[in-house]
């Protein structure tokens, strides 16, 4: 029994302001606590986080598992690029710690199998893999991941780039691995989480779709007849 075992065939929410808006008036770590409340209330099976504060904040308001990262930049590799970024992210209180895990040079220029010995020496946290290929996957469960999700597909020069979530993907990695595949990245409505858990996911993400009044009336404006300037 793991922490994964908790999420097994839920709905996981991921509660972080819009990435490309530094003016995003949600970014404020009581903000995103109140929003994973209310997931929570709602029925999230676990709450994804950014940022040391917001996955500090988060843990103290829910009673979920919180999957915790740390976005440092916006090119290349990303999320939690460096061991010590996953070290600092289990001790803010992460239960599992989310890492780029794809095939790209990483900024320290180490490898993803060093981020896996240091959190499994200084933590207890359980490691969830970000990928975009099958690829990736296979060599972050060798590296030692507890987990794979498919975050990073859409997002690499290695993966397709589609308006919707690489259910494909789900698919050959719930294949390919005996460990849980986490299904992750545009995922919008009911219809996608089901076509997810019948490929094999054993669980589903959804972010902005949820947690982002910005980025959900962004859409929405545009079908209006009075388009916002
Ligand atoms: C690629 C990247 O940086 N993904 C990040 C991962 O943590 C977040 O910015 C995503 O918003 C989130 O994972 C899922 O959101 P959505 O369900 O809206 O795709």
Not at 129 to 151: F, H, K, L, P, Y
Not at 156 to 170: E, Q
Request: overall charge negative; hydrophobic content about 45%.
């Amino acid at each position: 029994m793991t922490v994964f075992d908790e999420l097994a065939g839920g709905l996981v929410v991921s509660c972080q302001p819009l990435p490309d808006d530094p003016d995003d008036p949600m970014r404020d770590p009581y903000v995103q606590a109140r929003v994973a409340a209310s997931v929570v209330r709602g029925g999230a099976v676990a709450v994804r986080a950014n940022g040391i504060a917001d996955i500090r904040a988060i843990r103290a308001a829910v009673d979920v598992p919180v999957i915790g990262l740390y976005k440092h930049g916006v090119d290349g590799v990303f999320i939690t690029p460096t061991a010590a970024h996953a070290v600092d992210v289990a001790a803010a209180g992460a239960h599992i710690v989310a890492v780029d895990a794809t095939d790209r040079p990483r900024p320290d220029g180490r490898a993803f199998a060093d981020t896996v010995r240091a959190l499994r020496e200084h933590t207890d946290a359980l490691i969830l893999a970000d990928v975009s290929t099958v690829e990736e996957g296979v060599a972050a469960v060798r590296a030692g991941a507890d987990a794979v999700a498919t975050t990073l597909s859409g997002y690499t020069p290695a993966s397709p780039s589609t308006d919707g979530p690489d259910l494909t993907l789900v698919a050959r990695l719930a294949s390919a691995l005996a460990v849980p595949v986490i299904a992750e990245g545009r995922y919008r409505d009911v219809g996608q989480i089901g076509q997810a858990f019948r490929a094999g996911a054993h669980s589903v993400v959804m972010g902005n779709a949820v947690t982002s009044p910005l980025w959900i009336t962004r859409r929405l404006v545009p079908a209006t007849r009075r388009v916002a300037g």
